[in-house]
């Protein structure tokens, strides 16, 4: 039987999509556009907010000039502080929707799902875009087959019962988000994705994977190193089911 949350049923809940930046010039206008089209089409009350960690390419300059004067549009520029996951918490934390959806802005993650996975609400706590799932996927069949295979592991490893570990697109209540210790979360980079799952699927969050198919990035580069994130997430696991067994995280 599906139960429904007894959280107001979107989209009469005021929704924020973060959006974290980080040379994302040629991408983040025509981004908020397609959101802009999609959830306005279905009569979404939303907010965009943009972090963005003073990009030297004047990511935020083509923004304000852009949005400069639409009120739905909110532009934070960091300048003490660098890196994904302390960009979403800023943004989760500058931000005053109900709900919260978090993706990429280079067109890995596809507005058109925005909708989707905040109308999933209705019956969970956490709406996962997931590439794992039937009719998800990956337009690089070579880091697809790569995340596949670790995310095995990673289920393995914590019981999660996710496919998509490492998703990053994904939609949630923000009290339950605010509920949690955010410093033993939302550090590194996609990693942090993990420490949500595990935490949230402890308390007993009720959580959906529905498909979503990541395109290549569109323009600008990227900036995840192979080997490089493969030791900073292998070693975020370990550390993780290492505080795990001694019950330092809750
Ligand atoms: N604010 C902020 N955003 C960041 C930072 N690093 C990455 N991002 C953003 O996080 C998202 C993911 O980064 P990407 O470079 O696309 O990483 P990826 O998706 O693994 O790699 P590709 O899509 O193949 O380029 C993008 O929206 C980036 O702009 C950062 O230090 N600060
Ligand atoms: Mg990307």
């Excluded at 397609?34 to 972090?51: K, M, N, P, S, W």
């Excluded at 960009?87 to 500058?94: D, F, S, V, W």
């Excluded at 995340?147 to 496919?163: A, E, I, K």
Aim: proline letters at 4%.
């Amino acid at each position: 039987m599906i139960r429904h949350n007894n959280h107001h049923p979107p989209p009469t809940a005021k929704t924020s999509i973060i959006l974290p930046t980080y040379k994302e010039r040629d991408n983040i206008v025509e981004l908020v556009q397609a959101i802009h089209q999609h959830l306005g089409a279905e009569g979404f009350d939303y907010e965009v907010v943009v972090v963005d960690d003073n990009s030297p390419d004047g990511t935020a300059e083509v923004v304000r000039a852009a949005f400069g004067d639409c009120s739905q549009v909110k532009l934070h520029v960091r300048t003490q502080e660098r890196g994904l996951a302390s960009a979403l918490r800023y943004g989760a934390e500058h931000s005053d929707g109900e709900v919260l959806v978090f993706m990429d802005t280079d067109f890995n993650h596809d507005p058109a799902m925005i909708p989707q996975l905040v109308k999933f609400l209705e019956y969970y706590d956490v709406v996962i875009g997931s590439r794992f799932v039937m009719r998800g996927g990956m337009e690089d069949p070579a880091r697809y087959f790569f995340s596949f295979v670790y995310n095995l592991g990673l289920r393995f490893l914590f019981g999660t019962r996710v496919w998509d570990n490492l998703s990053g697109f994904f939609a949630i209540y923000r009290d339950k988000l605010l509920e949690l210790d955010l410093d033993q979360i939302f550090y590194g980079y996609g990693d942090y994705f993990i420490r949500l799952l595990v935490v949230g699927w402890r308390r007993g969050w009720r959580m959906v994977e529905v498909p979503v198919f990541y395109r290549l990035r569109m323009h600008g580069h990227s900036k995840t190193q192979f080997l490089g994130i493969f030791g900073q997430y292998t070693t975020a696991i370990l550390k993780l089911r290492l505080k795990l067994w001694m019950g330092r995280m809750r």
